[in-house]
């Protein structure tokens, strides 16, 4: 299940994040994707808002997704790092500039193809980032009837 979870993943930009701070209060908020490498996910946040105010006290989060072409979801179950400065932060970043480039360049092409204006691009998202390094657990499937499917996975 961890290799169609890492396939497809690759075809998404943004994946509902859940945390929960000390109280039980729940958060969800979509973040971009930069990434997935191995068992790890790579996010971006452009605020330090709610989910960065509860990974620093509860650094467990889960995420989820759907495969809309099989109506299959799926959540993501992990521990979480944040990281915002460092040598793994500069190289995650590098990586994160060159997505934005390529993302703008291809929403501009949709636009002219399909005579669509946007209002926004990419390339217009703030310099201060947080990335939230994710590392996954567990996997859970849900299935178009309810069926459910869970894998573990070792870190």
């Known amino acids: 299940m961890l290799k169609k979870i890492n396939e497809l993943l690759k075809t998404k930009e943004f994946i509902s ?6 109280k039980g ?3 969800a908020a979509p973040k971009f994707l930069l990434k997935v490498e191995n068992n790890v996910i790579y996010l ?13 006290i ?5 995420l989820s997704f759907m495969d809309t072409d099989n109506l299959t979801g799926y959540q993501i179950n992990g521990s979480t790092q944040v990281i ?3 040598p793994i932060f500069e190289e995650i970043f590098s990586e994160l500039l060159k997505k ?3 993302l703008s360049a291809m929403r501009i092409i949709e636009g002219v193809s399909h005579e ?15 990335i939230f390094m994710v590392s996954i657990e567990e996997i859970i499937e849900v ?10 996975v070792k870190i």
């Open 116 to 130: 669509k204006g946007h209002k926004n691009f990419e390339l217009a998202i703030p310099e201060k980032v947080i």
């Open 143 to 152: 299935g178009p009837r309810g069926e459910k499917k869970a894998q573990k």
């Open 100 to 102: 934005q480039i390529d």
């Open 44 to 56: 971006i946040d452009y605020t330090r808002g709610r989910t960065w105010d509860n990974l620093k």
């Open 58 to 62: 509860n650094p467990r989060a889960s």
């Open 17 to 22: 994040v859940g945390t929960c701070d000390l």
């Open 84 to 86: 915002d400065k460092g």
């Open 25 to 27: 209060r729940p958060n």
